[in-house]
């Protein structure tokens, strides 16, 4: 057992969310400048909107042999390699204005965003233990929703104070940078704990041998196709009911902004309750109430508030936020957890690609509210699928643990 005292496991800790929030500001950089980032380029803005999947395409190839990589060099060391790669490929897009080179950048940047998920909650199931393991969840699961607020004002707010857009890579390379030395300095792992971690042998085989785990990751697949539909293309549904498109956009960005609050007391809940399980339960039946209203918000700019906030309270606060918390309990011994958690983000990473291009497929052009009924049967349906495997899993969890 660590002998780390309390206080600089939160100080650790803290740490590793400033390296989320760094990697995060990293993949966000571009979106609210990217007819300015196309101009530099001298692409269109469709080519230019490549190098934001480019982070996804990275995390769906790269979680579970970033996993593996893990197992064998350890949680603090791989969570090294994430920020060094993250200097790295901003330097590199820092200093050059050709596209080719700009998006190979992107692909080394992100390695950092494929991995940090599994890496921050490896860490915290070392730090922390019982009811605390939820509250670090949760406020660790607030570095998204974070970078989104500050990348989305302060990006912009820089650019127009320097007129330059390689200030923005600048930034966020300094960022890493610090994180890095941070993480190198402060962060400690146990040495006996590391020493036998690295001497079990896990394999793939083993963790995919996990039925429970298996549901777990088919919901998180569809978790992260109604969560990022949402996060994507509420503008374009608020827009549908007449509400401009400066109000759209803002109203749109309140998910964020109230997933960090929502975040932190799920994880509080869920960890004195230890009732993950249930809580993700409760928020599949309240999200698919949510996906069903999509086409029946009735116009108003109070409603698309209402309904920016309850798209940002629930599928990210409290179902996600249940999902970090029991995936790692899912795991059938503690060396397997990165696998595990590599598993869970590949299926996000996919649920995550997937959304926009279907959903806006599926709506077409200059869409009306009758045209979100059909994204919204199909996005109901998602929250089934988690309502289902979520039960489904805890049933199997609990038959595994009293077999043992």
Same mark, same amino acid.
Not at 29 to 47: D, H, Y
Not at 88 to 108: D, P, W, Y
Not at 292 to 297: E, K
């Given at each position: 057992?660590?002998? $780390?005292?309390?206080?600089?496991? *939160?100080?650790?800790?803290?740490?590793? /969310?400033?390296?989320?929030? $760094?990697?995060?500001?990293?993949?966000?950089?571009?979106?609210?400048?990217?007819? %300015?980032?196309?101009?530099?380029?001298?692409?269109?803005?469709?080519?230019?909107?490549? /190098?934001?999947?480019?982070?996804?395409?990275?995390?769906?190839? @790269?979680?579970?042999?970033?996993?593996?990589?893990?197992?064998?060099?350890?949680?603090?060391?791989? /969570?090294?390699?994430?920020?060094?790669?993250?200097?790295?490929?901003?330097?590199?897009?820092?200093?050059?204005?050709?596209?080719?080179?700009?998006?190979?950048?992107?692909?080394?940047?992100?390695?950092? #965003?494929?991995?940090?998920?599994?890496?921050?909650?490896?860490?915290?199931?070392? *730090?922390?233990?019982?009811?605390?393991?939820?509250?670090?969840?949760?406020?660790?699961?607030?570095?998204?929703?974070?970078?989104?607020?500050?990348?989305?004002?302060?990006?912009?707010?820089? &650019?127009?104070?320097?007129?330059?857009?390689?200030?923005? *890579?600048?930034?966020?390379?300094?960022?890493?940078?610090?994180?890095?030395?941070?993480?190198?300095?402060? +962060?400690?792992?146990?040495?006996? %704990?590391?020493?036998?971690?690295?001497?079990?042998?896990? $394999?793939?085989? %083993?963790?995919?041998?996990?039925?429970?785990?298996?549901?777990?990751?088919?919901?998180?697949?569809?978790?992260?196709?109604? @969560?990022?539909?949402?996060?994507?293309?509420?503008?374009? /549904?608020?827009?549908? &009911?007449?509400?401009?498109?400066?109000?759209?956009?803002? #109203?749109?960005? @309140?998910?964020?902004?109230?997933?960090?609050?929502?975040?932190?007391?799920?994880?509080?809940?869920?960890?004195?309750?230890?009732?993950?399980?249930?809580?993700?339960?409760?928020?599949?039946?309240?999200?698919?109430?949510?996906?069903?209203?999509?086409?029946?918000?009735?116009?108003?700019?109070?409603?698309?508030?209402? &309904?920016?906030?309850?798209?940002?309270?629930?599928?990210?606060?409290?179902?996600?936020?249940?999902?970090?918390?029991?995936?790692?309990? @899912?795991?059938?011994?503690?060396?397997?957890?990165?696998?595990?958690?590599?598993?869970?983000?590949?299926? #996000? &990473?996919?649920?995550?690609?997937?959304?926009?291009?279907?959903?806006?497929?599926?709506?077409?052009?200059?869409? $009306?509210?009758?045209?979100?009924?059909?994204?919204?049967?199909?996005?109901?349906?998602?929250?089934?699928? +988690?309502?289902?495997?979520?039960?489904?899993?805890?049933?199997?969890?609990?038959?595994?643990?009293?077999?043992?």
């Amino acid at each position: 057992m660590s002998t $780390t005292s309390n206080g600089r496991k *939160w100080l650790m800790f803290f740490i590793l /969310l400033f390296c989320g929030i $760094t990697v995060s500001l990293s993949q966000l950089k571009i979106s609210p400048l990217m007819g %300015e980032v196309a101009a530099m380029l001298n692409v269109n803005e469709t080519q230019a909107a490549l /190098l934001m999947s480019l982070f996804t395409v990275a995390g769906i190839i @790269l979680s579970i042999p970033g996993a593996a990589l893990m197992a064998k060099t350890g949680n603090k060391n791989m /969570l090294l390699i994430l920020m060094g790669t993250l200097v790295i490929g901003n330097v590199l897009g820092a200093v050059t204005n050709h596209f080719a080179v700009v998006m190979f950048s992107r692909i080394i940047e992100g390695i950092s #965003y494929a991995l940090i998920i599994t890496v921050g909650v490896d860490l915290i199931n070392s *730090w922390f233990t019982g009811a605390t393991v939820g509250t670090a969840t949760g406020i660790f699961n607030t570095f998204a929703a974070a970078a989104n607020f500050i990348g989305m004002n302060g990006a912009v707010a820089i &650019y127009n104070a320097t007129n330059n857009l390689k200030v923005l *890579w600048w930034i966020v390379a300094a960022l890493a940078a610090v994180c890095f030395v941070l993480v190198l300095l402060v +962060v400690r792992v146990d040495r006996a %704990e590391a020493a036998a971690g690295a001497m079990e042998k896990t $394999t793939l085989v %083993e963790a995919v041998k996990n039925p429970p785990l298996l549901l777990t990751c088919l919901s998180m697949l569809c978790l992260a196709f109604v @969560l990022f539909g949402f996060i994507t293309c509420n503008p374009m /549904l608020f827009a549908s &009911y007449g509400v401009s498109s400066a109000d759209a956009a803002f #109203y749109s960005s @309140l998910n964020g902004l109230i997933g960090i609050p929502v975040c932190i007391i799920s994880g509080v809940v869920v960890g004195k309750t230890g009732k993950p399980f249930h809580f993700a339960i409760v928020g599949a039946v309240l999200c698919a109430i949510i996906c069903f209203a999509m086409p029946h918000l009735g116009g108003g700019n109070v409603a698309c508030i209402l &309904y920016a906030l309850a798209t940002g309270i629930v599928p990210g606060g409290m179902i996600m936020t249940s999902m970090f918390i029991f995936t790692p309990q @899912l795991a059938k011994r503690p060396a397997l957890i990165g696998l595990s958690m590599g598993l869970l983000n590949t299926l #996000y &990473y996919i649920g995550v690609f997937a959304c926009t291009p279907v959903i806006t497929a599926m709506v077409g052009e200059n869409p $009306t509210p009758a045209n979100w009924v059909a994204p919204s049967l199909l996005m109901v349906g998602c929250c089934v699928v +988690v309502l289902l495997c979520s039960i489904a899993a805890m049933t199997m969890s609990k038959k595994q643990r009293a077999a043992v």
